[in-house]
């Protein structure tokens, strides 16, 4: 399974003084070193994290993959076809919500997904469809072309009782079946952390998971190699041990 290092906030960090450190760039390379199978980033329209020089710099000097997410504006458009990263993750974005709240709606604007889809894939970037778990999203998304879904794992991290987060935990293992079994590249991530990850990595048609926030939060006591250490060894155990 690929853990792909969203650095975003390494970026918040270095924005909250507006100095050049701790620099996004060298996160990246240190992230690739100690395990990371892509590096993830989010460039929001108000430019709040990552910024634009940051993406040119960091796709110059990876020696993995960049995944870019971005929302579907056609300036994201004309900068990521700049770019050119690996993968772009189309993600909706308000530009008040702290974090990307939920999945794209796919259904309710699917000419225009088809559309953003459609311009990035004739480019040759694989595109993946940020998405909630939700089989009618996940069709519409095939339809509009996408072969790659990040299913939104946020509602399971944040569910606030066992009952709750073994619903949402179904509606995941669901949507990865159905997603798969249509011929989809099914990925994943949200507000996972060493604590709640295991049951995600469980499943077995997601092969990729994106993971930012507590891992950075992490790296401030541990160092980003050895947070990255932990997250990947308790991915790989949830992937062997047959669950409890
Ligand atoms: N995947 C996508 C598509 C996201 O938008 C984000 C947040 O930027 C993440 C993964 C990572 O989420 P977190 O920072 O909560 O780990």
Same mark, same amino acid.
């Given at each position: 399974?690929l ?9 918040t ?9 701790p620099?996004? !760039?060298e996160?990246?390379?240190?992230a ?23 993406v040119?710099?960091?796709k ?26 690996e ?41 993946s ?5 939700? !089989? ?8 509009a ?61 997601i ?18 190699p050895e ?9 790989y ?8």
């Amino acid at each position: 399974m690929l853990l792909g290092v969203n650095i975003d906030h390494v970026a918040t960090l270095r924005n909250a003084r507006g100095v050049g450190y701790p620099s996004p !760039l060298e996160a990246a390379l240190i992230a690739e070193t100690y395990g990371a199978n892509l590096i993830t980033l989010h460039l929001r329209e108000d430019r709040r994290h990552i910024k634009d020089a940051d993406v040119f710099a960091i796709k110059q000097a990876i020696r993995t993959r960049l995944n870019l997410e971005m929302a579907m504006t056609e300036e994201m458009l004309a900068n990521a076809l700049q770019v050119m990263p690996e993968d772009v993750c189309i993600v909706p974005e308000k530009r008040e919500e702290v974090t990307t709240e939920g999945g794209l709606e796919v259904v309710g604007q699917f000419e225009k997904v088809r559309h953003y889809v459609g311009e990035l894939q004739r480019a040759g970037i694989r595109v993946s469809i940020f998405i909630a778990p939700d !089989l009618a999203q996940i069709q519409a998304a095939y339809d509009a072309g996408a072969r790659v879904i990040e299913l939104h794992t946020g509602a399971y991290a944040d569910a606030e009782n066992h009952a709750e987060r073994e619903h949402e935990l179904q509606r995941i293992q669901t949507a990865a079946k159905f997603a798969a079994d249509l011929g989809i590249t099914v990925n994943a991530g949200h507000g996972l952390t060493i604590h709640n990850v295991a049951p995600i990595a469980r499943i077995p048609q997601i092969v990729e998971l994106n993971i930012g926030h507590s891992l950075i939060a992490q790296a401030v006591f541990l160092g980003l190699p050895e947070a990255i250490r932990q997250m990947k060894e308790a991915m790989y155990r949830a992937r062997t041990t047959v669950s409890a």
